[in-house]
């Protein structure tokens, strides 16, 4: 059983169209997250969801909309899409949300290459 | 100044070499320090948490230097499988708020 599974792994769209990538973890984790890994390879953190509510949201587009309907679910929504957008994602969840333990560790999922035409 | 910086490599190596990566963060604060692998068009996945005091796993060294912000990796006896990109990760603050620096790239060839 995949333990942080994302779909669709690859999605190519048209500039200004509405998308949506979906997220589910099975490891019974408090806290996922959305991170972004551009065409320079820096993975940065997007937004975090600790039991359905947003602890983290990093300096991003008001285009990009997380959902979290569940602790086991966390849904990226992006709007009117634009070039700059093109990048790979991964969903990530992790046990503990308050002070990182330096035992705790981020459990990725296998990343959605999006593409931008 | 990036919060997290690397050498970008790629770092090309005989198997049996021993090959150091090293990595500085900018933040003073940060508390928790990690070492992760990302093979090419994978996922991230944890290597190993670095202690203050230094820590090993195998052929695997870790070292911190808190006074100059610095963090080590040390990989003895390589092999063609530790070919991937690893990523120097700090945590800023509370809530898991990982930084991950852009990675060291490591060729191992026969």
């Known amino acids: 059983d995949t333990a942080v599974s994302q779909t669709p792994k690859y999605l190519v769209t048209q500039m200004g169209n509405d998308k949506s990538i979906k997220c589910e973890q099975n490891?019974?984790?408090?806290?996922m997250y959305w991170y972004k890994q551009d065409s320079k390879k820096f993975l940065k953190i997007m937004f975090s969801y600790n039991n359905k509510e947003l602890i983290i949201n990093e300096t991003v587009p008001n285009r990009f909309s997380p959902k979290s309907p569940d602790k086991a679910h966390l849904n990226l929504h992006i709007n009117s899409l634009e070039l700059g957008d093109s990048a790979v994602y991964f969903c990530a969840s992790s046990q503990v949300a308050g002070r990182l333990e330096t035992n705790e560790k981020l459990f990725f999922g296998s990343g959605t290459q999006l593409s931008v035409l | 100044r990036k919060e997290v910086e690397q050498d970008p490599g790629p770092f090309n190596v005989p198997e049996g070499a021993t090959v150091a990566f090293n990595c500085t963060y900018s933040?003073?604060?940060?508390?928790?320090f990690f070492w992760y692998r990302q093979d090419c068009r994978k996922e991230p996945k944890l290597l190993m948490s670095v202690y203050s005091s230094g820590n090993e796993d195998g052929r695997f060294t870790a070292q911190l230097n808190r006074a100059s912000q610095y963090i080590s990796l040390l990989i003895r006896d390589s092999k063609l499988s530790d070919s991937a990109t690893y990523l120097c990760v700090v945590s800023r603050g509370g809530y898991n708020k990982l930084i991950f620096g852009a990675g060291t790239r490591l060729a191992v060839h026969p």
């Open positions: 490891l019974g984790h408090d806290t």
């Open positions: 933040n003073s604060a940060s508390q928790s």
